[in-house]
C-alpha cells in the first residue's frame, strides 16, 4: 500500500465492510463511550465529595480558629474596660459549655466578681439577629449556670464590624458594645449608657 492510497475498511474474509456492520460499530464504539464517560462521571463525583469534604473540614477549622483569635482579642482587654465603666471583674472565663437538663449551652466570655458577672456574646459580624439569639441565651444563663443564681448578670456583644445597626440595637437592650479595633477593643456604647442587669 502506498502512502497516497486509501483503503475501505473491510469486513469478513477482506470484503468491505457494508453499511450495517459500519453502524454496528458506531453502535459498539456509543456504548463503549457511552460506560467511559460514566465511569468518569462516577469519579469525578466521588472526588468531588471528598474535595467538599476538604474544604468543609478546612472552613470549619479556619472559622474556629478565627473565633478563637477573635474571643482572644476580646478577653485582653475586657478586664480593664469593664473596670472603666465600674464593674470590678476578677477574673474571665473563656468558651463556657455545659449542659442542663439535655440542653447545651456555650457562653463565649464569663467576666466574673463577687456580685456580678458580664457574660459577653463575641461575633466577628454582628448582626441583628445574633443580638437576638443572645438576648434568649442571656436570659438562661442563670437557669443554666446555678452558681451564678444570686449574681446580678449584664450582657455584652463583642465585633469586628456591625451590621444593620446591630450595635445600637444592643445598646437599647442593655448590652455593653464592645467593638475590637486593631490589637485590642473598645466599649463604644453612649456617655450616659447605664448596663442593665437581669
Do not use: C
Not at 20 to 47: A, H, I, P, R, Y
Amino acid at each position: 500500500m502506498k502512502n497516497s492510497e486509501v483503503n475501505e475498511p473491510v469486513g469478513p474474509y477482506g470484503a468491505p465492510s457494508n453499511f450495517d456492520q459500519v453502524w454496528l460499530m458506531f453502535q459498539k464504539t456509543d456504548k463503549m463511550l457511552s460506560e467511559k464517560f460514566k465511569e468518569t462521571d462516577k469519579l469525578l463525583s466521588e472526588q468531588s465529595k471528598k474535595t467538599d469534604k476538604k474544604i468543609n473540614k478546612l472552613t470549619a477549622l479556619f472559622t474556629s480558629q478565627w473565633g478563637k483569635l477573635v474571643e482572644s482579642l476580646i478577653e485582653g482587654d475586657l478586664i480593664k474596660l469593664l473596670k472603666e465603666k465600674g464593674i470590678e471583674v476578677e477574673r474571665t472565663l473563656q468558651g463556657v459549655k455545659g449542659n442542663h437538663k439535655g440542653q447545651n449551652f456555650e457562653y463565649d466570655i464569663i467576666a466574673v466578681n463577687g456580685n456580678e458577672i458580664v457574660i459577653v456574646e463575641v461575633k466577628t459580624t454582628l448582626r441583628p439577629q445574633d443580638v437576638n439569639e443572645f438576648h434568649e441565651k442571656l436570659w438562661k444563663a442563670k437557669q443554666y449556670m446555678s452558681e451564678y443564681i444570686d449574681k446580678v448578670i449584664y450582657g455584652g456583644v463583642a465585633f469586628i464590624t456591625a451590621d444593620g445597626a446591630s450595635d445600637r440595637m444592643a445598646e437599647k437592650q442593655g448590652y455593653f458594645v464592645i467593638k475590637a479595633t486593631g490589637s485590642s477593643s473598645s466599649i463604644v456604647n453612649e456617655a450616659d449608657f447605664k448596663p442593665k442587669g437581669f
